[in-house]
């Protein structure tokens, strides 16, 4: 049991590690458009072409 | 994206690309729009239209949407939104973006059109862990 427990914070640990390791850009959000909760968890930031 | 309301904002930003010759007149269409209160009808029109974007195309989109004929005409032929347009593309050079769309989601960067289900992985996995 503690075998299994031990295993799964490790697995947790590199789970925690490799999310942090992801590499991040800071956008400025401005005034563009909008759609959406300003509180969202989640920021979608688009650069688009209609074309 | 409707399964995740109330979990995701949107932000669009200009990134016409300078050779195609009708990526930055649809890019004032639709800020004219936005004036008038139908930023994301116009959106929503020039991506089920493309590439039929040519001004006469354009105008007949607008009228579509019944805004005013005479301020959208006007603001397209102008350039109105110019200085809007330029400055997301300086913001779009400065990030060293080379191709659209191209998408932060939560400030990681997503290049090209990805199959929905790739999107869905990365929104996911932030939810979880925002939600930890």
Known sequence: MKITIRIALIF???SVLAFADITRFDVPLGDSPQLGPPN????MIEFLDFQ | MEEYKGKIRLILRQYPYKY???SHIAAEAVLAAGDQGKYW???D???KKSPKLDRESLISYAAELEL???RFTNDLDTMKHLDIIKRDIALAEALDLYNTPTIFINGRKVIGNRPYEYIKKIIDEELQHAEK
Not at chain 1, 40 to 43: E, G
Request: avoid cysteine.
């Open chain 2, 45 to 47: 029109i020039l991506l």
């Open chain 1, 12 to 14: 947790l640990l590199l």
């Open chain 1, 40 to 43: 969202a968890l989640i920021t």
């Open chain 2, 68 to 70: 005013d004929m005479k």
């Open chain 2, 20 to 22: 195609r010759d009708y």
């Open chain 2, 41 to 43: 009808e116009m959106h």
